[in-house]
DNA sequence: TTGTATGCGTTATCAC
DNA sequence: GTGATAACGCATACAA
């Protein structure tokens, strides 16, 4: 049913490798018979078979992305990044989302790895786990790329940098007045979310503020979370006057529910979110991650490997983050 | 290098076809020896080649996902949708994103066809463009279903009924009061767009409403298209008083320009989407669709292909779309 | 310039 | 139960 070049062969008169190597541009053969094949090819309906080439020639010509949400514009943007360059390279990517579970990361590496990937660029989550699986990984031979660092494990890594993010934020707030801050904290497996709240906290020390345990609230992801919180946070007694939250989706959320509970943003509460997504009618102050520059980075220095236009060591690159101040942050006079 | 079923063989001693049979759970193969070859093939630290297994099985364990834009919620929770159902089976899957473009919508496709994949979800273009490839898929026997229906091509499609949703879009705004309406279509390739506009103008006639031609924009698509339709509706001199727009992302970009340029909305201006996405503040009224519901009935009925369990005819699905009152819609008392 | 032979890692069809 | 052996479709080294 299916046409090989086995078909084309018999139909030409020609060998199979013959065939093969004219279908592949491989130098050696008469423009005629180069010809000949082509048209064969064309009138008998002939799709190469990648399997089949990739069994012979070791080479997929796919590569996998692990990220952790398909839903959040934070990584539409690094996938948009990574299938461009993947693209231009010929290159098609298996997409899966590990959903924040470890066990899921997991699965989704292993799969990549009996599919023979050429590569892989994963977001690991990379708090309360453990990460035998990728330095099985590592040897198992197959080039990838990590956003973010993991101890011990030698590799290409890509950061943000989430600990003067978290800085910059609280500076910021500080500097407007506010001092009863209240820290959403994302996932408990991203250490994103633990970078900025540390330095939350010490930047508040610095400041000679002591945080107050009862304005951070623990693990939230999604918007479902922030519109919790914000439910939580409106009906405080003795409400905080701003709120950093994990990422722009939970300020989202937050603003959703704190407006539906009557109050005003920033007149009651002011509000901060990391991301600088862009769908979004919220003059939300936020800080922005180069997150499509990071994905088509990603990528370029995946295709490095795995072309192996580079062998030397490997290098660690931290994007910058850069606060964005708009209009969701009040100056407080009165502390 | 890599550890293949010879190695295992050879170490227990035993046959390949002992060993994939063993591996495989096959019956036919006494405890002993299953357990004998799944420790030796622990041991060895083998990892199934699936490049071999998809290239003799004839079934690669993948399929194809080609949306058209990566970035717009509306996919997210398609592709969420898909990986879902995907994920239960076994599944990994290939996102392709066509950008709107033919070309690459074409070039996906057969991308994904030499790549052997045992199945194709697509949301193809059906505007504007010529459908050539999927008839050429049609032949070439890989199971798909559509997003969309094409004339004359028998297959699984889904649909959401974009004529109802304009037309109720279209009676709500009337129903407020509002006459002097803009329609912001949608990607010219795209057939929501233009059934939407179509049940516009009908609903709009069918109330003896003859639509202003100054007031609709073609073309429209992504946040910043949005933006640039905001700001020409704000400075016109007989401004409408209210805008439909294709989808929700640009009718957040229509918001965000229509506010810098000093409008308020409703009160200035009136705004409908499509789409319902979820993280947005503003209260947008807007048309409802159930993508996450499609994307998992879509990985559904392929499945169903795939695995044979329905061999009947095609089936053709389609949504219903539900308006969403919310507060960008203001009621007119003067027209 | 073209043809032959072999290998890639599995699965599958047979015998034994 | 288990073991040869032949596909699967292509690439490639080597001959011719």
């Known amino acids: 049913m299916n046409v090989t070049i086995a078909d084309i062969a018999k139909a030409t008169g020609l060998a199979k490798s013959t065939i093969s190597g004219a279908l592949n541009n491989k130098s050696g053969f008469s423009e005629k018979t180069r010809r000949r094949v082509l048209?064969?090819?064309?009138?008998?309906?002939?799709?190469?078979?990648?399997?089949?080439?990739?069994?012979?020639?070791?080479?997929?010509?796919?590569?996998?992305?692990?990220?952790?949400?398909?839903?959040?514009?934070?990584?539409?943007?690094?996938?948009?990044?990574v299938q461009e360059i993947a693209g231009e390279h010929g290159y098609t990517v298996f997409l899966c989302s590990s959903g924040e579970e470890h066990q899921a990361e997991i699965n989704h590496i292993q799969a990549m790895v009996r599919k023979r990937v050429d590569g892989l660029i994963i977001a690991p989550l990379l708090e309360e786990v453990t990460f035998d699986h990728f330095f099985e990984l590592k040897e198992q031979n197959v080039p990838f790329v990590l956003l973010g660092k993991i101890q011990g494990l030698?590799?290409?890594?890509?950061?943000?940098?989430?600990?003067?993010?978290?800085?910059?934020?609280?500076?910021?707030?500080?500097?407007?007045?506010?001092?009863?801050?209240?820290?959403v904290r994302g996932p408990k497996t991203s250490k994103a979310a633990k970078l900025r709240y540390s330095a939350f906290i010490n930047t508040l020390k610095s400041h000679g503020i002591e945080a107050d345990e009862r304005y951070?609230?623990?693990?939230?992801n999604g918007i479902a979370d922030g519109m919790a919180v914000g439910k939580q946070i409106a009906a405080m007694p003795d409400r905080p006057t701003a709120v950093i939250c994990f990422d722009d989706v939970i300020a989202i959320g937050v603003i959703k529910a704190v407006m539906e509970a009557g109050l005003q943003v920033p007149e009651d509460l002011s509000i901060i979110g990391f991301?600088?997504?862009?769908?979004?009618?919220?003059?939300l102050t936020t800080v922005s991650i180069p997150t499509y520059e990071a994905g088509k980075a990603l990528a370029w220095t995946l295709f490095d490997r795995i072309l192996q236009r580079r062998t030397s060591g490997f290098q660690h690159i931290t994007f910058e983050q850069k606060l964005i101040e708009r209009a969701s942050v009040r100056q407080l006079y009165n502390k």
Chains 1, 2 share one sequence.
């Not at 010509?61 to 934070?74: A, R």
């Not at 978290?166 to 820290?183: D, K, W």
């Not at 951070?216 to 939230?220: E, G, M, S, T, Y």
């Not at 991301?275 to 003059?283: A, C, G, M, R």
Request: glycine content about 10%.
């Open 39 to 81: 048209a064969a090819a064309e009138e008998l309906g002939y799709v190469p078979n990648e399997i089949a080439r990739g069994l012979s020639s070791k080479s997929t010509g796919s590569i996998g992305l692990i990220i952790k949400d398909i839903t959040n514009p934070f990584y539409n943007h690094i996938t948009k990044g």
């Open 154 to 183: 030698s590799c290409d890594t890509y950061e943000f940098d989430d600990y003067d993010g978290g800085r910059q934020v609280t500076e910021h707030l500080l500097s407007m007045g506010h001092t009863r801050i209240c820290f």
């Open 216 to 220: 951070v609230f623990q693990n939230a």
């Open 275 to 283: 991301d600088d997504i862009e769908v979004n009618t919220f003059p």
